[in-house]
């Protein structure tokens, strides 16, 4: 996928910021100027919420689960169990 550019003027310039989804992933990668006199800029990545790291390189650990089933009129006294087991990267801990 080529490169988007993002295009955002200020009072005095214009600055081009390109999205490159290589290096931030999931995220928006900007460059930063520390000091315009020096040339001094910065990479940074702008990563959304379900994102974090400094290349937005690590998914934060949310689950979403919905389940959804339909009994008989006749079947109401059926008790239903459910076990829902998180385990982590490690799989050092169980989290229920």
């Known amino acids: 996928q080529p490169d ?3 295009s955002i003027a200020s009072s005095a310039t214009t600055r081009s910021f390109v999205k490159r989804d290589q290096r931030c992933h999931r ?3 900007l460059t930063v100027w520390l000091d315009d006199e020096k ?3 910065a ?9 974090y790291g400094d290349r937005c390189q690590y998914q934060n650990q949310r689950v979403s ?5 339909a009994a008989f009129p006749d079947a109401w006294q059926i008790p239903f169990h459910f076990l829902i087991m998180l385990i982590d ?4 801990r169980t989290i229920n």
Do not use: A, D, V
């Open 4 to 6: 988007q550019r993002i």
């Open 27 to 29: 995220g928006i990668e």
């Open 39 to 41: 040339n001094l800029t």
């Open 43 to 51: 990479n940074t990545c702008l990563c959304p919420p379900s994102f």
């Open 65 to 69: 689960l919905t389940l959804t089933f």
């Open 89 to 92: 990267n490690t799989h050092e």
